[in-house]
T-cell receptor
Framework: DGGITQSPKYLFRKEGQNVTLSCEQN?????MYWYRQDPGQGLRLIYY???????QKGDIAEGYSVSREKKESFPLTVTSAQKNPTAFYLC???????????FGNGTRLTVT | AQTVTQSQPEMSVQEAETVTLSCTYD???????LFWYKQPPSRQMILVIR??????QNATENRFSVNFQKAAKSFSLKISDSQLGDAAMYFC??????????????FGKGTKLSVKP
């Protein structure tokens, strides 16, 4: 079955450490997205990529980095510069055109 | 800048009854897409329904329908014959139609729907 896989489901890190969240899709989608979800805040866009080897900052990109070396993969690194990294992170993808977003199951990151 | 507002942080409905969730948005564009997503406790985001702005007819998907008022920039979701499985967070979203961020979704802050048996 096609879909978006985010791993791990839960992730714990110590403050000051970088951590990378994985996102893989086998839907052959061109565009991929990372959203952050906090209680009462809805979903906020961190980074997005419309094609391989290209990506753009979203609304809250500070303290995050991404890469898009392969069409299927869009990993997100949460760096030590992110002041409040504890959150739920959602990866999404879609085909070009008017297709809707498909979401992964998310990763809950806790930094202490 | 485009914004999406959901004015009801929480709603409650009796099983088998009907409930309407509100959403308003702000845009200067004339052609765009609007969406409702459901997020149950599993936190999986599920597309419920979508509306194309150029279509006057309101979208319908089984028990879910929308009331799209383009001039008022309103996009409410009606759930008929509510079921226990409808309990979830519901997010309204606007898709940017043009420009460098074309295709990006702007989300409201969500409405938590509870269904009472």
């Amino acid at each position: 079955d096609g879909g978006i896989t985010q791993s791990p489901k839960y992730l714990f890190r110590k403050e000051g450490q970088n951590v990378t969240l994985s996102c893989e899709q086998n839907l052959n989608h061109d565009a991929m997205y990372w959203y952050r979800q906090d209680p009462g805040q809805g979903l906020r866009l961190i980074y997005y990529s419309q094609i391989v080897n290209d990506f753009q900052k979203g609304d809250i990109a500070e303290g995050y980095s991404v890469s898009r070396e392969k069409k299927e993969s869009f990993p997100l690194t949460v760096t030590s510069a992110q002041k409040n990294p504890t959150a739920f992170y959602l990866c999404a993808s879609r085909r070009q055109g008017n297709s809707p977003l498909h979401f992964g199951n998310g990763t809950r990151l806790t930094v202490t | 800048a485009q914004t999406v507002t959901q004015s009801q942080p929480e709603m409650s409905v009796q099983e088998a009854e009907t409930v309407t969730l509100s959403c308003t948005y702000d845009t200067s564009e004339s052609d765009y897409y609007l969406f409702w997503y459901k997020q149950p406790p599993s936190r999986q985001m599920i597309l419920v329904i979508r509306q194309e702005a150029y279509k006057q007819q309101n979208a319908t998907e089984n028990r879910f329908s929308v009331n799209f008022q383009k001039a008022a920039k309103s996009f409410s979701l009606k759930i008929s014959d509510s079921q226990l499985g409808d309990a979830a967070m519901y997010f309204c979203a606007y898709r940017v139609p043009y420009g460098g961020s074309q295709g990006n979704l702007i989300f409201g802050k969500g409405t938590k729907l509870s269904v009472k048996p």
